[in-house]
């Protein structure tokens, strides 16, 4: 096992170092082994280190390896294809996206070419993540063989005529999408199409899809080349695609027929998308296909779309939670190990007339553990913050390990639908046991709110959001018949394992505490302004969300600019930094409060940590206005419509954190000194 362990170490570190920058011209540095050894380390590792039931030191390598390894890989699953020459190779199209516009469409809600008759597109099924995703992947008329390129290949020939009001409708979409900076999407074999963009002055960066024409200019692409790489491997027959790039031109064919059409760039001039009052448009769609070799092997072709771009900021952003988390360490450390120490010596000393004489947290050791009011509700935002926590964590350490390879479009939704699903007898288990431990006696009300009223308020807010896309008849909006399923998920899966924990956690005996709740509340004295409620806990916020706050704008990026995010092993790391930080801070405060006699820390323990989701919002808003495209009031509803989902489920992830950081803590304090 110590064996197995320094090598896993070993090869994570040197040879996934290599595996970082990959370009389709060049090859991938570090690839020249074949097979198995130039997958992640996570399938090296279980390829030699063989999980028995001694095997601890193996499986924390393991988990060392995925965490360690910065940029993103491809964990296998899909089975590779073996394209043949001359077999023809489908093109797939993807919905249309914008960083302008908060509704992306379908392919052939444009007008597009089609196919005729056995050729006319067909769509997929996509599962529950995609289609929630809003993606709608169709077929498109283009044809592509392996091996074969192919010049200026006419796919079909649009006219119209000003007369005809449905060809100006036409027109009139195609030029807001190229006003509005719409992306195509393009699919070869399960991977995206790329394109180049050169900067002066910056290196050449690859972005997913290429427009559907010039904003302003109305010029629209109508020529695309595809760049299709492949590698072949001597030993095995056919060849492997292991990436495509795009470049794309406009070129007005002046209503030549399509026999006559060429893609000669000298002599052509762009196509204007411009539909003038008795005038005819024709527009000519043409494409060529080029064919390279490329030293990249299959297994390794994801990691040029994954590589990290500057791990630098990423790196930088752990250190500064680390940074805040040993801050906050540090101060808890000093209170636990001196002020703490020194007022549970003194309480149990044997001369008591100093400890009486003393004021602090052991006053309120009568009325510390009384119960909340509103309790039944802070038990259900508990019991669903603890069901959101288990499925983040184990959505983010799948992610990590690479089952959620971007190769499964939509398998990080689906896979976070399904969990939220499954984990419904914890979030029942832990609600009853609280509103159990406050006395509460309504406990089929309780078990109903725990299971209806989080995802009920999401699903109403999401329904609003699914209306206002329907209208705008964007891709995005969930089919009815997928609205259906959800709701069985919800109410046919969900609310029966939440039934089943909530009876178990009813049968369970209640949870005593270590000191008795006198019957008379204590008067809980003036507090200085600083330690009231709303000021104490818009503070306690701001560490937390200091700790994450950075890798929150990649996040917020690869939502609203299409952008991937997939580094996994970062994101897992911020989680449990952020969990540490609002345990810690959520410990400070409350026994700051407990020392001014202020013994109602139920609440204040759950917002305090919880407050990071209103920074999370302000961010969102300031991210909005600053950095955000979108402009009009439908758009706005989209992005704050989803930020209130988001900010509303981090609220409640947060929270649980820093409630049960205080329960344990208070209940350690109070179990440490003698009461009379």
């Not at 100006?168 to 199409?193: F, G, S, T």
């Not at 553990?369 to 069901?387: A, H, I």
């Not at 109602?600 to 305090?608: H, I, L, P």
Request: charged residues 20%.
């Amino acid at each position: 096992d110590r064996r197995c362990f320094l090598w896993c170490l070993y090869t994570t570190f040197k040879v996934d170092r290599s595996l970082h920058y990959h370009d389709w011209r060049k090859g991938a540095q570090g690839s020249e082994k074949q097979g198995w050894w130039t997958l992640s380390p996570l399938v090296r590792i279980l390829g030699v280190c063989r999980m028995g039931g001694r095997s601890l030191l193996a499986a924390a390598a393991l988990l060392l390896a995925s965490l360690t390894v910065a940029q993103a890989f491809y964990f296998p699953g899909v089975p590779p294809i073996a394209w043949e020459e001359g077999a023809r190779i489908p093109l797939l199209v993807n919905k249309l996206d914008s960083k302008e516009s908060a509704f992306p469409h379908d392919y052939y809600y444009y007008d597009f070419c089609d196919g005729d008759g056995e050729q006319k597109h067909a769509s997929l099924h996509e599962n529950l993540g995609q289609v929630v995703f809003g993606e709608r992947i169709v077929t498109a008329p283009h044809e592509i063989k392996m091996n074969v390129p192919m010049k200026c290949n006419v796919v079909c020939v649009k006219d119209y005529e000003y007369k005809n009001e449905e060809d100006r409708k036409k027109i009139d979409l195609l030029q807001q999408a190229i006003n509005d900076e719409y992306m195509v999407h393009w699919i070869v074999d399960n991977m995206p199409v790329v394109r180049r963009v050169y900067e002066k002055g910056f290196e050449p960066m690859t972005t997913l899809g290429f427009p559907v024409g010039v904003p302003k200019k109305l010029h629209i692409y109508n020529h695309v080349s595809l760049t299709v790489f492949y590698h072949t491997n001597p030993k095995e027959s056919g060849h492997r695609i292991v990436g495509v790039e795009v470049t794309v031109s406009s070129f007005d064919h002046k209503g030549a027929k399509a026999a006559d059409i060429t893609c000669d760039r000298s002599k052509l001039a762009p196509l204007k998308l411009k539909l003038e009052k008795g005038e005819k448009l024709s527009v000519a769609y043409t494409y060529d296909v080029e064919f390279k070799t490329s030293e990249v092997h299959w297994a390794s072709r994801w990691d040029h779309y994954l590589s990290v771009a500057d791990p630098k900021i990423h790196w930088f952003s752990i250190i500064n939670s680390l940074i805040i988390v040993l801050f906050l360490s540090g101060m808890v450390a000093m209170i636990i190990l001196r002020t703490l120490h020194k007022d549970i010596a003194r309480y149990n000393a044997p001369d008591q007339e100093e400890a009486q004489e003393e004021f602090g947290w052991k006053l309120v050791h009568g009325d510390v553990f009384r119960p909340p009011k509103r309790g039944m509700l802070l038990s259900v935002f508990v019991g669903t913050g603890v069901q959101l926590a288990i499925m983040a964590i184990f959505t983010l350490v799948f992610a990590a390990l690479g089952f959620l390879s971007p190769a499964y479009r939509g398998s990080l939704m689906t896979s976070m639908l399904v969990l939220f699903v499954c984990l419904g007898t914890p979030a029942g288990y832990i609600s009853a046991r609280l509103y159990k431990m406050f006395g509460g006696e309504r406990w089929k009300t309780n078990v109903l709110m725990t299971a209806l009223l989080v995802p009920g308020i999401v699903f109403a807010i999401f329904f609003i959001l699914n209306i206002v896309l329907a209208a705008k008849k964007s891709s995005a909006a969930v089919p009815f018949l997928t609205m259906l399923e959800l709701l069985a998920l919800w109410v046919c899966i969900s609310v029966p394992l939440c039934f089943l924990g909530a009876y178990l956690g009813f049968k369970r005996p209640t949870i005593e505490h270590p000191v008795r709740t006198n019957q008379i509340p204590r008067q809980i004295p003036d507090q200085v302004f600083y330690m009231r409620t709303v000021p104490a806990i818009l503070m306690g916020g701001i560490l937390p969300f200091g700790a994450i706050f950075i890798e929150l704008f990649f996040i917020l990026a690869s939502v609203w600019f299409n952008q991937l995010y997939y580094v996994f092993g970062f994101l897992f790391l911020v989680f449990v930094i952020l969990a540490i930080t609002c345990a810690e801070v959520t410990v400070l405060m409350t026994y700051f409060h407990l020392c001014a006699e202020e013994y109602r820390w139920w609440w204040r323990a759950f917002m305090t940590s919880g407050a990071t989701a209103f920074y999370f919002l302000a961010y969102s808003i300031f991210y909005y206005f600053t950095k955000v495209e979108m402009n009009g009031f439908s758009n706005g509803f989209m992005f704050f419509g989803y930020t209130l989902i988001m900010s509303f489920l981090f609220f409640l992830v947060t929270g649980t954190f820093g409630f049960f950081a205080s329960f344990l803590f208070v209940r350690k304090i109070f179990a440490s000194v003698k009461v009379d």
